[in-house]
């Protein structure tokens, strides 16, 4: 067999370094012969070495992988593991020749600026509806969109009633209400008359009327007791409510 040589030149990578040793000898990329591609590539990376040129490590990468097939290749019983690692090496450079090969195509169809492409036409669309459905399709379409339709809807005055519609409570209505109170017990804790409303409107209420009535000096407060004050009776100093 003839001793490959090699010239040093620009490549992309090591596959394409690979590809140039095959393509210049002519040697069968579905049988390459490891140990003379090995040879030659090992000599190409001592060329540039030589010509203090910088390696990259992809390049000693694949030169460490060409070394492990030829290993393999001599250990007794491994004849299986050589040849799937020299079945991907090759399949590794066909798809990077086929890339080559694209790459080269595509770059012969660049457009440069002497060339000009026609815009693309406007489409004429039909907007006509020419699909049939089942009649239980188009049901179950018209019941989706009803449905969402209702959900775009503002919520019902009756949904918010039970939220925001509460009685209002007047001041004047718990006066009459303090005043009825003290007029039959006479003296009462002020915790009670609280506890008498059910809502926060009336336990404002209840408050602004006792100050109402403290004000007009028709009660006294002293020590949590709310007392009625009769008639021609001096008031004494009164605490104010908690």
């Given at each position: 067999m003839d001793t490959l040589s090699f010239t040093v030149a620009e490549y992309q990578g090591p596959l394409d370094l690979i590809l140039h040793l095959i393509s210049k000898h002519k040697l069968n990329i579905f049988?390459?012969?490891?140990?003379?591609?090995?040879?030659?590539?090992?000599?190409?990376?001592?060329?540039?070495?030589?010509?203090?040129?910088?390696?990259?490590?992809?390049?000693l990468e694949m030169a460490s992988r060409l070394v492990y097939i030829k290993t393999v290749s001599l250990l007794p019983r491994h004849e299986e593991e050589h040849e799937k690692l020299r079945q991907?090496?090759?399949?590794?450079?066909?798809?990077?020749?086929?890339?080559?090969?694209?790459?080269?195509?595509?770059?012969?169809?660049?457009?440069?600026?002497?060339?000009?492409?026609?815009?693309?036409?406007?489409?004429?669309?039909d907007p006509t509806y020419t699909l049939t459905h089942p009649a239980?399709?188009?049901?179950?379409?018209?019941?989706?969109?009803?449905g969402r339709g209702a959900r775009r809807l503002p919520p019902s005055q009756e949904v918010f009633e039970p939220l925001v519609h509460r009685p209002i409570v007047s001041v004047t209505t718990k006066i009459f209400s303090v005043l009825r109170t003290l007029r039959v017990d006479g003296r009462v804790k002020l915790d009670r008359l609280y506890r008498m409303n059910t809502d926060r409107s009336g336990v404002i209420a209840t408050f602004l009327a006792l100050l109402e009535l403290m004000k007009s000096g028709k009660i006294a407060l002293q020590n949590d007791q709310v007392e009625l004050i009769s008639a021609g009776k001096k008031q004494e100093p009164v605490s104010s409510p908690r």
């Open positions: 049988d390459i012969d490891i140990s003379s591609l090995l040879e030659q590539y090992l000599n190409a990376i001592n060329s540039w070495k030589e010509q203090n040129l910088e390696v990259s490590s992809e390049f991907d090496l090759t399949g590794q450079l066909i798809e990077y020749s086929i890339c080559k090969q694209a790459a080269k195509t595509l770059g012969s169809l660049y457009i440069g600026q002497d060339i000009f492409v026609r815009g693309p036409a406007p489409i004429k669309i239980s399709v188009l049901l179950a379409a018209l019941s989706d969109a009803m």
